[in-house]
């Protein structure tokens, strides 16, 4: 059993920070790319971040030069972290990882279970 658990999400001002960070728990074998997708209320889930298993990041047009995405290996973690937050960032922030369980399986996805940000003033 895998689970990705998040955390990290809040309120935050216009022009504020928040890092968010992403845990995947349990027994794994490898994890390829990790992404960060957020869904705000009306809209469809957009991808926000991606880093691969060798650290290259891509980031959405929307979020380059605010985001920056990193991964710590050794701790199965991703983290996310955002400034200059603007109020159109409010959505639910979305953990998702293609993980193998063992050297005879291919990679599956698995998805947190979201982590709420709002920025408000």
């Known amino acids: 059993q895998v689970q990705l658990v998040e955390s990290g999400g809040g309120l935050v001002q216009p022009g504020g920070s928040l890092r968010l960070s992403c845990a995947a728990l349990g027994s794994i074998f490898v994890i390829n790319d990790m992404d960060w997708y957020r869904q705000a209320p009306g809209k469809q889930r957009e991808l926000v971040a991606v880093?691969?298993?060798?650290?290259?990041?891509i980031y959405a047009d929307s979020v380059k030069g605010r985001f920056t995405m990193s991964r710590d290996n050794a701790q199965n973690t991703v983290y996310l972290q955002m400034g200059s937050l603007k109020p159109e960032d409010t959505a639910v922030y979305y953990c998702h990882a293609y993980i193998r369980l063992s050297d005879r399986t291919t990679a599956a996805g698995y998805w947190g279970q979201g982590t709420q940000v709002t920025v408000s003033s």
């Open positions: 880093i691969t298993s060798g650290g290259r990041t």
